[in-house]
């Protein structure tokens, strides 16, 4: 009984640790951030951070809003609901990486 209590808290623990070093792993290309952006630039509200001069800078060179950009699944971009979550993701990340500068 012990044995299987023990196995079960170190699977439990692997499989924490492991959840905390994914995210570090997923590696965003400049193709996905490109392909991406191209998608992007089809709707409106995009558009409007683009003509934005310190929202562009940061798209253009700032690597965490290019991270979030590139992480965006591209297949999903057609999808209403899926444009949203990642409308409301970009605008969390510029809003902070703005409180950064400033």
């Not at 699944?73 to 809003?95: G, S």
Request: hydrophobic fraction near 40%; aromatic fraction near 8%.
């Amino acid at each position: 009984m012990e044995t299987v209590c023990l196995l079960l808290t170190l699977a439990l623990i692997f499989y924490l640790n492991i959840g905390f070093f994914i995210p570090s792993l997923i590696n965003v290309s400049e193709e996905d951030i490109g392909e991406n952006l191209k998608h992007l630039k089809k709707h409106q509200w995009f558009k409007n951070y683009l003509s934005n001069e310190e929202h562009k800078k940061l798209i253009v060179h700032n690597k965490n809003v290019r991270k979030i950009i590139g992480g965006l699944k591209t297949r999903k971009l057609e999808r209403e609901p899926y444009l949203l979550r990642c409308q409301k993701k970009i605008n969390k990340i510029l809003i902070k990486e703005l409180n950064n500068i400033t």
